[in-house]
C-alpha cells in the first residue's frame, strides 16, 4: 500500500531494547530514557517512527514526529478502518490507530485507507495533537 515517504528530519538514537523483530519496522517510538527510544505504548508521547531494525543499544533511525514529510506507518484498521485524512495515535505495539476519543494524542493523518491489521500506509507525520 505505502507508496514511500518524502524527506523529514531524521535522527539516530540508541534503542533501549531490541528493536530488529521486523514487525517493529515503521512503527511509532518514544523516548524511553536519556538519549534512547523503545516502541511507543498505547495513546503514547511519540517522537517519530522507526525507520530500520536496531538491536538494544544499536542506532535507530527515527523519522521525527514533528518534522514535516511523510512515512511509511505499519497500522491495524480492522476493528476501526483507517480512512484517508484520519488522525493516528499509538496502540499498545506501536502501530498506527484512529485517534477520535477525548485525550487521544495524534500524531500523524493517514494518507490512505486500511481496514485490515498489519499493513501498511504512508502517513504524514504531525506534532502531537491532543483530542478534545
Not at 506507518?73 to 476519543?101: F, P
Not at 477525548?102 to 500524531?107: K, L, S, V
Request: glycine share 12%; charged share 15%.
Amino acid at each position: 500500500m505505502a507508496r514511500g515517504s518524502t524527506p523529514g528530519l531524521q535522527k539516530t538514537i540508541p534503542a533501549s531494547a531490541d528493536l530488529s523483530a521486523a514487525a517493529k519496522q515503521f512503527t511509532a517510538v518514544v523516548m524511553s530514557g536519556d538519549q534512547t527510544v523503545d516502541t511507543s505504548g498505547a495513546n503514547g508521547s511519540v517522537v517519530g517512527v522507526q525507520q530500520n531494525l536496531p538491536k538494544s543499544g544499536r542506532g535507530t533511525v527515527v523519522r521525527l514526529g514533528a518534522s514535516g514529510g511523510t512515512t511509511k506507518l505499519r497500522v491495524n484498521g480492522n476493528s476501526v478502518n483507517i480512512a484517508a485524512g484520519d488522525m493516528l495515535k499509538s496502540d499498545g505495539s506501536g502501530l498506527g490507530v484512529v485517534a477520535a476519543t477525548t485525550d487521544d494524542t495524534a500524531f500523524a493523518i493517514a494518507m490512505e485507507a486500511a481496514t485490515a491489521d498489519d499493513l501498511i500506509i504512508e502517513a504524514i507525520l504531525i506534532g502531537l495533537r491532543h483530542i478534545t
